[in-house]
Nanobody, 118 residues
Framework: QVQLVESGGGLVQPGGSLRLSCAASGSIFNIYAMSWYRQVPGKQRELVASITRDGMTNYLDSVKGRFTISRDNAKNMVYLQMNSLKPEDTAIYYC????????????WGQGTQVTVSS
C-alpha cells in the first residue's frame, strides 16, 4: 500500500552536508511519527531521528547537534538535514512512518546510501 522512496544520499567529505528526503505515497493517514533509521553491513538498524505529529523530536546521541529532522505533512514527506558529517555516519538510511488506526508501520524502502569519506 504505502510506498517509500528515499533520496539525497551520496558521497561527501568529512564535515560536509547532505539533505535526505523521503516521499511517501499511497493510503496514509493519522500519522503518528516519522523516523529515519540507518544500517551498516553486519550491524542492526538503528534509529537516528524521529518526529511526532506534535513536532516533538528525538535524536540518536551521536547525531545530536548535527542532524535535524523535519516534515511536510501536506506532502507526506520527511527530511533529514545532516551537517558536519563524519565517516561513522556512513550507512544506508531508511525512513519509516507510523500511522493509521490501529497504528501500523510502513514497510522498508530501498534506502539511500550515505558515504562519508575523503
Amino acid at each position: 500500500q504505502v510506498q517509500l522512496v528515499e533520496s539525497g544520499g551520496g558521497l561527501v567529505q568529512p564535515g560536509g552536508s547532505l539533505r535526505l528526503s523521503c516521499a511517501a505515497s499511497g493510503s496514509i493517514f493519522n500519522i503518528y511519527a516519522m523516523s529515519w533509521y540507518r544500517q551498516v553491513p553486519g550491524k542492526q538498524r538503528e534509529l537516528v531521528a524521529s518526529i511526532t505529529r506534535d513536532g516533538m523530536t528525538n535524536y540518536l546521541d551521536s547525531v545530536k547537534g548535527r542532524f535535524t529532522i523535519s516534515r511536510d505533512n501536506a506532502k507526506n514527506m520527511v527530511y533529514l538535514q545532516m551537517n558536519s558529517l563524519k565517516p561513522e555516519d556512513t550507512a544506508i538510511y531508511y525512513c519509516s512512518i507510523r500511522y493509521g488506526l490501529p497504528l501500523r508501520d510502513t514497510n522498508w524502502g530501498q534506502g539511500t546510501q550515505v558515504t562519508v569519506s575523503s
